[in-house]
Nanobody
Framework: QVQLIEHGGGLVQAGDSRKLSCAAS????????IGWFRQAPGKEREFVAA????????WYAESVEDRFAISRDTSKNTVDLQMINLKPEDTAVYVC???????????????????WGQGTQVTVSS
């Protein structure tokens, strides 16, 4: 069974940087695409970034592509989301997701992902 555990959330100030990590485990987990979504209070869950299983192909939401970077350590089965220049509108629960495939445009929506973590809260104060 695929298990995803997020780490790294917390309270930061606008302009700060923060790194989130997703520890993935389960059968053949190295071959799964890993994504990050976020959900702010009262809003729908939205795509943030994703990375291919070899770690050589990233995808980003337009709102974060110049500030966030996703990376993957296949030896440790971890996926990091490095966030810089954080803004109050980045405040959300950040959730890690995994699926065996990635298709455009379906994988930019939550329904395309089979496995989910519990999430970690990131709060950006102004």
């Amino acid at each position: 069974q695929v298990q995803l555990i997020e780490h790294g959330g917390g309270l930061v100030q606008a302009g700060d940087s923060r790194k989130l990590s997703c520890a993935a485990s389960g059968p053949e987990i190295s071959y799964y695409y890993i994504g990050w979504f976020r959900q702010a209070p009262g809003k729908e869950r939205e795509f943030v970034a994703a990375i291919s299983w070899p770690g050589d192909k990233p995808w980003y939401a337009e709102s974060v592509e110049d500030r966030f970077a996703i990376s993957r350590d296949t030896s440790k089965n971890t996926v990091d989301l490095q966030m810089i220049n954080l803004k109050p509108e980045d405040t959300a629960v950040y959730v890690c997701a995994a699926d065996f495939s990635f298709t455009d445009p379906d994988s930019f929506t939550p329904r395309a992902w089979a496995h989910w973590g519990q999430g970690t809260q990131v709060t950006v104060s102004s």
